[in-house]
């Protein structure tokens, strides 16, 4: 098991979802364990590797580095469902459309893998809506 990823917030509408997540380290590894709980069949998709030709027009694999991931959108399809990866400088969005039964399965794996913060201060009415 992985390193736990802080969760900083996530949300829903209908069947769009998306998860703010923590820019950590062991975040491509995260991503691979959430993504085995739905894909069946995993070979040949390692998101913790990049794939590109090299000079010599050979494939070549080298492991991710989360810090030269900014400003950059990956996506993926698991499971039947497209994961649309968003790389900002200290947090990482993800957007997925799915059913409600596929958000089931993946939220008990988030709760499994993951750590979430806690809501810490007060919320407060601003002037405008008084």
Not at 41 to 51: H, N, W
Not at 60 to 69: A, E
Not at 108 to 126: A, N, Q
Request: with cysteine.
């Amino acid at each position: 098991m992985t390193n736990k990823i802080t969760i900083l917030g996530m949300g829903n509408e209908n069947n769009l979802n998306y998860i703010i997540v923590k820019k950590e380290e062991d975040f491509f590894n995260w991503l691979k364990e959430l993504f085995s709980s739905i894909e069946k069949d995993m070979i040949g998709k390692d998101v913790t590797i990049s794939k590109f030709i090299g000079k010599n027009e050979k494939f070549v694999g080298k492991k991710k580095n989360i810090k030269k991931f900014t400003d950059i959108h990956e996506y993926y399809n698991m499971g039947g469902i497209r994961f649309d990866i968003f790389y900002g400088s200290k947090k990482v969005f993800i957007a997925f459309n799915c059913s409600i039964n596929q958000r089931k399965k993946l939220m008990d794996k988030l709760d499994k893998i993951s750590k979430f913060t806690e809501y810490k201060s007060k919320w407060k009415v601003p002037k405008a809506l008084k």
